[in-house]
């Protein structure tokens, strides 16, 4: 997907770009730990200049692996954790079928049947989540009333069953760490607008770790890196 001016009046190379990018979207760094690692290689950038190449790219980093990725299966694993936006705390909606694979991601202000209604309509859109036979969550009352609502609309079928086990949901809880690790040196966010692209970004780049992307094996960061450079247009 070559767009020529995806990097265009950029004062900088794509590919230092996408590397500062790839850093801070992949470890637990901050703006200015990248500022500093790019400085060790010659390379003299700001920490706001790296901010504004991540919400420039990050959204555009899930919006082009999604086409490529891996068919999940039919069994949901749905929980939200919590972030803090300008000193307040909102709701991140995640679901991973019963390998661990992401199936999608909603950041939300509130935490109620209309926010979990509008998540499992979002992940039932994607198209490579297959219609889920049994979903499950935590005790949150919120989601039986969401559930019945899409069941009741035929969006889901009435053979799905909803099970509310909090622990057959340990694996998505531990799977909620990797974006907590990553947002945790940046000390919350300071809009709802910024998280919400930044986390776009953790996103995608953790559905490249899980191997998630056709083709790409779990751990070949060389590899990874390849597709996003591929996926930029950057390489053949």
């Given at each position: ?22 850093w ?29 190449w ?61 926010a ?118 950057l390489?053949?």
């Amino acid at each position: 997907m070559h767009d020529p001016a995806l990097f265009k009046w950029r004062h900088f190379e794509a590919d230092i770009i996408l590397c500062a990018v790839r850093w801070y979207l992949r470890y637990a760094l901050s703006y200015r730990n990248v500022e500093e690692l790019l400085r060790e290689r010659g390379v003299w950038v700001d920490h706001t200049t790296v901010f504004r190449w991540v919400q420039r790219y990050a959204p555009e980093l899930d919006k082009r692996c999604r086409p490529q990725l891996k068919a999940t299966n039919d069994s949901y694993r749905v929980d939200e954790t919590y972030i803090k936006i300008k000193k307040h705390w909102y709701y991140l909606y995640r679901a991973v079928d019963s390998t661990g694979a992401t199936l999608d991601f909603m950041l939300s202000a509130t935490r109620d049947a209309d926010a979990a209604e509008r998540f499992f309509r979002k992940v039932l859109r994607d198209s490579h989540a297959l219609t889920p036979r049994v979903i499950t969550v935590d005790k949150n009352a919120a989601y039986p009333p969401a559930f019945d609502a899409l069941q009741q609309d035929s969006t889901l079928p009435e053979t799905c069953r909803l099970r509310q086990c909090k622990y057959l949901n340990n694996m998505i809880e531990q799977d909620h760490r990797f974006v907590k690790r990553l947002v945790n040196p940046g000390l919350g966010f300071g809009a709802f607008h910024t998280a919400q692209r930044t986390i776009q970004g953790y996103e995608a780049m953790h559905m490249l770790r899980k191997g998630q992307i056709e083709g790409i094996a779990k751990g070949d960061v060389l590899a990874q890196n390849r597709v996003i450079n591929q996926i930029f247009g950057l390489a053949a």
